[in-house]
């Protein structure tokens, strides 16, 4: 995977879902949280750099096996599958509510689930790299698709920019403390995935120099996706609006001809939603057959478990969207993304300071190899 | 003798430099004014102080000194003579000699250099590859005037014993690629070899068989621009269509006029054939989606019109539409088939009684008529003609989706051909190279 792949992969992994969403509404002047919310998420992303440059091209599970020691690391890699799957599953939900809230009313969610697990799994099925030179065509037809809103927003006369003002009107510390409740768990905290794919991005320095790169051109677009939502629906509406993207999108009409572009959001979110469901299957799959031994495609499987999951896991769409705003980040979020990283950092700078390498174990990496070449031996 | 009691063959006794002789040919492979004028005649005046006492001395004499013109070979091995008959050779026996000499006196009537018939230009070089090897290595070679410039000899085919070239420049292509595309050729086993059609099949990835992976063109300064674009065509005898591999996405938008032209007018003509390309990929899809689906999104004036002229149609709009592809998939078929003389009859059915009768006869709507009409248009504007033609396969598979679950579908399944194309590789290469190509990713 080249840099340019890499870039995009991470660009359109962290735009996916938030593009539609955008902050929750838990203070006003939500464009700023947004802008605030990068500096935060990029001390957040050098903590996985940290465990990337530690871990010395293993992937995410080979860390916590190094650092926990075989049973303790395989138990936080079935953590891990699960949260990946889970995180993916919600995302399902995200885009399955959209696109039954603007294109398709009436066909059951199962069967449009069903249709869209059998293309995540064979976008999952297809590896780190085919994904990224997937994620080059996706980003180039959302960000067509997103900058055409924008501008038949801008030209049917729905923007005002006076809808932005009171400008901080509960004062500046609610801003800042907002993005530490949620925008750096959501999006960004979510790149945790990429630790398993780290040695695909190159070397740590790398890694974080594509990581940082992109998190700064997602927190640019999504400001200005912010801005361009609260300009046309103004701060009281915006509250109350599940999806302002949508909702923004069905205030543009150009001399009543161009209407009710819906269509062009539900693509942005499908597409979105695909290469972050396809990463997510991807990363839990590379778990599911180191952890279960065999050398056997999980991706059907997972992607098949993400699907019924999506239909499970709430009963509606408001405790969705509650669950995803509170519980998900105290208890998921934050200890994937920050406890168990942090304390896996800490193990292994204790572990292997120098000339403490002969303790290392042997991970199950090595101890797979010879019997794969004595079995490729005996069938030459 | 192998060959039995054939008509073609002609068994000639001669007497030169004193001795007997018989020659042995196919008059099949070969012209009576060629035969006399290059090999007997300077046979029969072969002086006789070259009469020695050994007649394989002999033979080697005649070699060197009456034939020297023609390529020919000693040979003691009688097996080799029915192949090499068979290719156009003269076998020459003299009394008391233990070899034969094989001379080379194929000379076979071959189509002219002509303009090309499926990949034309309106400014450009008008020559096209013919049926014949040689012509076609030859219109290759006087292009490229370098040292570098290889061709390579395999046979293929159990009983055509087809030749097959590899061309490349050396040290310009790829060497990893060049050895996959040798041993592929090598391992080949077939029984007959026509056309290089059939060859393309060994070239393909694995499972991905929805886009070709093997360009073709029977335009020499399109294989030449291809060589010196690092690649390797295969020249195959009997072909007019000469393979170039590995190829990706974007050589099948690109015409060798586009470079010939000013830059902005070439452009501006790629650009055409991709968006031509996705019309005749969505535009029946969307057809029926948005009209089954999501009236909502036409505007109203025109969402009127159309209604108004649905109303009297009995079948809902994916029907419509497919009835109305297949009715085009037979014409085109019809189209190509047909000797040319009934073309008109076909034009003139396929316009007056499926266009406006249909519409007439309320069986189908005038917009889905415009609709299709489109498609297909559109889909032969990619310069290569196999490119459009698998991605048929794929349109129904779209309009089958829009039926179901409209836009959705839709959506979803170009996200299918968007994994597929990503995951494609060809000899190492990613299919989608020209979005990365620029960007320091593995050139072709």
Known sequence: MNVVHGYTLLLVFLLGTSIIFGPPRLAPDAWLVELIAVVPAGALFLLFVGLAAAGNGGNLFDMLDKAWGRTIGRMWTLCYIVYFLYIASRNVRDMIELVMTSILRATPPSVLIFMFVLVIAYAASGGIAATGRLSVLIAALVGFFFFALALLLVFSGSVDTERLLPFLSEGLAKVLVVPLKSSIWFPYGELVVFLVFCSSFGTARTFRRTGWLAMISACLLLTFSDLLQTSVLGMENIVFSIFPLLDAARMISIFNFITRLDALVALLIILGVLVKCAVFVHAATIGASRTFGRHRRFAFSSALLVGAFSILVTHNNAEHFEEGLKYVIYWLHIPAQLVIPAATLMLLRIRYRKGEREHEPRRLHDRLEPNRTRRGRADA | ?444
């Open chain 2, 1 to 444: 003798m192998t060959f039995g009691d054939t008509d073609d063959l002609a068994l000639v006794s001669l007497r030169f430099c004193g001795k007997e002789g018989l020659l042995c040919y196919f008059t099949t492979l070969t012209s009576a004014s060629f035969m006399m004028n290059y090999v007997i005649q300077p046979l029969a005046q072969a002086s006789d102080d070259l009469a020695g006492e050994d007649a394989t001395a002999l033979l080697k004499e005649v070699r060197e000194r009456c034939l020297s013109g023609l390529s020919s070979e000693l040979s003691d091995q009688l097996h080799v003579l029915p192949m090499k008959l068979g290719r156009g050779y003269a076998a020459l026996f003299a009394e008391g000699a233990r070899d034969c000499l094989l001379v080379d006196v194929k000379e076979l009537v071959t189509r002219s250099v002509e303009e090309p018939t499926s990949q034309n230009v309106i400014r450009g070089p008008k020559e096209g590859f013919t049926e014949s090897a040689a012509t076609n290595m030859s219109l290759i070679r006087r292009r490229i005037v370098t040292d570098k410039l290889r061709f390579e000899r395999y046979e293929i085919g159990e009983k055509t014993r087809t030749e097959v070239y590899l061309a490349y420049i050396e040290e310009e292509a790829d060497e990893e690629v060049l050895r996959q595309v040798r041993e592929q050729v090598r391992s080949c086993r077939m029984v007959s070899l026509f056309d290089s059609g059939s060859l393309e099949s060994l070239f393909r990835p694995r499972g991905y068989w929805l886009f070709p992976t093997v360009y073709n063109s029977e335009r020499p300064d399109s294989v030449c621009s291809c060589l010196l674009d690092k690649r390797i065509a295969v020249i195959v005898g009997g072909s007019p269509f000469v393979l170039i591999v590995p190829a990706i996405f974007r050589d099948f938008f690109q015409s060798p006029e586009d470079h010939y032209q000013w830059f902005l007018v070439g452009l501006f003509a790629r650009l055409l054939r991709y968006v031509a390309f996705l019309l005749s990929l969505v535009v029946p899809s969307l057809y029926v989606a948005i009209t089954s689906y999501h009236q909502e999104l036409i505007p109203t004036i025109l969402l009127t019109s159309i209604a108004a002229q649905r109303e009297g149609i009995p079948f809902p709009a994916v029907i419509e539409i497919l009835l109305m592809e297949a009715a085009f998939e037979i014409l085109r078929e019809a189209g190509t088939r047909m000797p040319r003389l009934v073309g008109q009859a076909i034009s003139i059915a396929g316009a007056l009684v499926l266009g406006e009768a249909a519409v007439q006869a309320g069986i189908v709507s005038n917009i889905n008529v415009i609709v299709v009409a489109l498609t297909v248009i559109s889909s032969y504007v990619a310069p290569v003609y196999t490119f459009g033609s698998n991605i048929r396969i794929f349109r129904y598979g779209l309009i089958l989706l829009a039926s179901f679950t409209g836009l959705y579908g839709v959506i979803l399944g170009c996200a299918v051909l968007m994994i597929h194309l990503s995951r494609m590789e060809t000899f190492g290469v990613p299919y989608m190279s020209p979005l990365s190509r620029m960007l320091g990713g593995k050139t072709p």
